[in-house]
C-alpha cells in the first residue's frame, strides 16, 4: 500500500513540474535577444530596453519646444529629431575645417609665389660682422600696376642695387616689391613684413639687437589694416576717403579724392589731431588750391593758419609768407 503511495504521487510531482515548465517561458541565450533586436525597429528596441511601466527620471536635455524627456515618447522624439540635427552639426563643422585646412595650406609660401603672383627671390647684403646689413626680399616676376589710389610704392633698382619710393619707374630696370621682406642687421633680426604690388601688407614688425620688438603694424594692401575706408559706389571700386586708423586711434595719412581718382586733400591726423601742413587740390589732383599748415604735433598749441591759396588756372592768390 505504502509503494502504491509512493508511486502515485511521483508522478503527480512530474507532472507538475513539466506543466511549470510549459507555463513559465525558458530563457532565451544571449545570441538569440540579439537575433531579436536585428529584427526590430528603432522604437520596438527603446521599449524592449525601457520597460513601459518604469519612470524615467526627468533629464536636463532640452527637445524641440523645451520638452523634457520623460518617456519613452519623449526618447522616440529625441531619437527622430534632435540626432538628425546634431548629425548635420558635425557634418558642417567638418566641411568647415576641411575648408580652413585647404585655405591654410593655399597661405603657406613656396618661394615661387605670393597672393597668387608669381616673384622672384633678390638679396641684398652690405658690410661684414656686427655692421653687415642683410635684406632678403621678393619682387614680381611679370609687372602689374599697382594701386592707382596709392600715392608711392617700394621699387627695386636692380641696376644701382638700390629701393626706391615713387609711383612709377622704368620697370625694364626696375621691379615692384611683392612677398615676404626680411632685413638683418648683424645677426640679429631687424625688420621683417610683406609687401603687395609695391605696398606694404600684412603684419610689420622692427626689434633691437636682442630682439626686443620696437614697433607693430598692420596694413591691408598699403593702408592700415583699421582704416575707414568709404566709397563713391556700391562696388567699393571708386575711394572717397581714406581715415587712418591704427590701434583704435586715427593717425597717419588722410586722403581724400575725387570720383575720377585724383587727390581732392591730403595731411596727418595724430591721435585724431591735424598735424603739419594739409594741402587741397582742385579737380584733376595736380594743382594746389590751398595750403593749410596746423600745429607740429599733438603737444603743439598753436593756431592753424592758411599759408597759400591759388586760382583755378594755377595762379599764386595769398602767401602769408609775403612781405605786407
Known amino acids: 500500500m505504502k509503494r502504491i ?18 507555463i513559465i517561458p525558458k530563457a532565451k541565450t544571449k545570441a538569440e535577444r540579439k537575433a531579436d533586436r536585428k529584427k526590430m525597429t528603432l522604437e520596438e528596441r527603446i521599449e524592449d530596453t525601457v520597460p513601459l511601466d518604469v519612470n524615467l527620471p526627468k533629464a536636463n536635455l532640452n527637445l524641440p519646444g523645451d520638452n523634457k524627456i520623460s518617456s519613452v515618447e519623449d526618447a522616440k522624439k529625441f531619437l527622430n529629431e534632435t540626432i538628425p540635427n546634431l548629425s548635420s552639426d558635425v557634418k558642417a563643422k567638418s566641411k568647415k575645417a576641411k575648408k580652413a585646412l585647404e585655405k591654410a595650406k593655399a597661405e603657406v609660401f613656396d618661394g615661387r609665389s605670393f597672393e597668387k603672383i608669381a616673384i622672384d627671390k633678390r638679396v641684398f647684403k652690405r658690410g661684414s660682422g656686427s655692421r653687415l646689413l642683410y635684406q632678403e626680399f621678393y619682387v614680381l616676376k611679370n609687372f602689374q600696376k599697382p594701386n592707382p589710389y596709392l600715392r608711392t610704392v617700394t621699387w627695386y633698382d636692380e641696376k644701382n642695387k638700390k629701393f626706391v619710393d615713387a609711383m612709377t619707374r622704368d620697370t625694364k630696370t626696375n621691379s615692384l616689391l611683392h612677398g615676404p621682406f626680411k632685413e638683418y642687421k648683424g645677426e640679429s633680426l631687424a625688420r621683417e613684413g610683406y609687401y603687395y604690388l609695391g605696398a606694404k601688407h600684412g603684419r610689420w614688425m622692427e626689434y633691437d639687437k636682442d630682439f626686443n620688438l620696437l614697433n607693430k603694424e598692420v596694413y591691408n594692401k598699403g593702408f592700415y589694416q583699421e582704416s575707414e575706408i568709404s566709397y563713391y559706389d556700391a562696388d567699393s571700386s571708386k575711394i572717397k576717403e581714406i581715415v587712418p586708423k591704427i590701434y583704435g586711434k586715427t593717425t597717419g595719412v588722410y586722403w581724400k579724392f575725387y570720383e575720377d581718382g585724383t587727390t581732392a586733400e591730403e595731411g596727418h591726423f595724430d591721435e585724431g589731431k591735424k598735424v603739419g601742413r594739409w594741402v587741397e587740390f582742385y579737380p584733376g589732383g595736380n594743382r594746389r588750391k590751398k595750403v593749410t599748415q596746423y600745429p607740429r ?17 594755377g595762379k599764386l592768390i595769398y602767401d602769408s609768407t609775403a612781405p605786407k
Open 297 to 313: 604735433d599733438i603737444f603743439d598749441n598753436s593756431e592753424p593758419f592758411v599759408m597759400q591759396e591759388y586760382s583755378a588756372d
Open 5 to 22: 503511495l509512493f508511486i502515485y504521487i511521483l508522478i503527480i510531482g512530474f507532472s507538475s513540474f513539466v506543466s511549470a515548465q510549459d
